[in-house]
């Protein structure tokens, strides 16, 4: 179901579930993307005079309330990209909130403090998010999952809320689906999949899946050292999911054995420490088989870069997830440029997914339109590519 089937919501209370968790610099948002893509439906709700409470998270404060983790810079760039009032509540459920909602003209919006600051909106325990999401739905009328990247989490503002109010998809989860579709059920082939990023371990569990479905998986940034390390090279002190390393060996010998292409890097741009302040930092370029024990990898070398805009440019299909290194500092920027660029060249179909590839490209100085689409889910779209049944799109009437 669309907004569009929800009716009237002239003078509503409409409780809707974004992804703002954008990338910080403080209190500086670095690519509000994540916002500005959600203004779509925030306006039409706003313009129809709903009124209209906002759940979100930043980061992962883990249950706990850490000013680090506040909302305020997301409702403070809300504010200044929508003609509406909005509000910050100083608590997710509590006192701050019901307040807040309570005091909402037609047209206005309140954000919720980051929802993770409940303890209960992560919970394993079915009970437990269930009962955070009945205090939820106290807020609104009806539900919209607008949260692109975050319908792969069962989570208490995703999942439970959903089957307490009558509830509707967004236009940016509409949207989202409907590309992300086409890559699952006719993606023209070769299909190259790019893997990079720091969320290692939630991203090595997807390769089995995405290797059933691509035909070239090549991999970069975090993640690219446990493969080096399961090949037997020393990684020094990169990134390093040691628990997945006989997973990992099994990946590439499933991948040789399906005819699979599997690319990892042969060369690695290392340094002594990771860095912080201002550069220039010191660097040295190494193949992968001689990284220096006391030195980390933190962007892949040139000859990799090379190799992996080869293997774009050949692709008709391309989906990428996770900078190749550390983009945000220039000494470590170069792989990802090279593969932001490949993508931006190739006359494939190509998709940029998640919030650190979504910031690269635009902090590297791409324009939007250089892709066939940026999805705002990172680990989401991942799941969808996977063909696993994702939660917070499950939970939704008529679907
Ligand atoms: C993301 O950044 O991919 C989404 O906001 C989900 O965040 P999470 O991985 O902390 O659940």
Redesign the pocket.
Known sequence: KSINDLGDLKGKRVLIRC?F?VPLDGETITDDGRIKAALPTLKQLTEAGAKVVVMA?LG?PKGEVNPKYSLAPAAKRLGELIDAKVTLAGDVVGESAKGAVAGMAEGDIVMLENVRYEPAEESKVDAEREALAAKYAEFGDVFVSDGF??VH?KQASVYDVAKLLPNAAGHLVAKEVEVLKKLTETPQRPYVVVLGGA?VA?KLSVIDNLLKVADTLIIGGGMGYTFLKAKGYEVGTSLLDAEKIDTVTGYMKDAEAAGKGLLIPSDAVVSPSFPSGDGPFEKTTVASDSMPADQMGLDIGPETAKAYADAIMGAKTVFWNGPMGVFEVDDFAAGTKAVAQALADTDAFTVVG??DSAAAVRQLGFPDDAFGHIST????SLEYLEGKTLPGLDVLEGN
């Not at 889910?377 to 989401?380: E, K, L, S």
């Open positions: 992804d968790n998270h992962r990247g975050v989490r969320k939630d998640g919030g889910g990172g680990g989401a």
